[in-house]
């Protein structure tokens, strides 16, 4: 299993990101997927989560209206589309695989995870 994450740079204070991560190893659409983030100094965090067609999306309620999770199950790829970007997105952002019946925010319902990539929003 393989997560390989990407998209991640340095923007102002408004502007866009779109972050992806290209999945390898398993059959990538019997799977939820999600994001979390890691601020320095600050535990990973849950962004947003999609499961398996696409039909279902939850965000943390920080990002709610700006971001926007979608999932290309033809290309293995899992997108966050981050609008509106606030300094206080800086972090290095994961993709991951979700497994079980567990909650979507809780990172123990992730099984394998992506290398991150780094989001730096300046003011």
């Known amino acids: 299993v393989q997560l390989q994450a990407s998209g991640g740079g340095l923007v102002q204070a408004g502007g866009s990101l779109r972050l992806s991560c290209v999945a390898s190893?398993?059959?990538?659409?019997?799977?939820?997927m999600g994001w979390f983030r890691q601020a320095p100094g600050k535990e990973r965090e849950f962004v947003s989560t999609i499961n398996w067609s696409g039909s279902s999306t939850y965000y943390t309620d920080s990002v709610k209206g700006r971001f926007t999770i979608s999932r290309d199950n033809a290309k293995n790829t899992v997108s966050l589309q981050m609008n509106s970007l606030k300094p206080e997105d800086t972090a290095v952002y994961y993709c991951a695989r979700r497994v079980g019946s567990g909650s979507h925010y809780y990172d123990g319902s992730y099984d394998y995870w992506g290398q991150g990539t780094q989001v730096t929003v300046s003011s």
């Open positions: 190893g398993f059959p990538f659409s019997m799977y939820r």
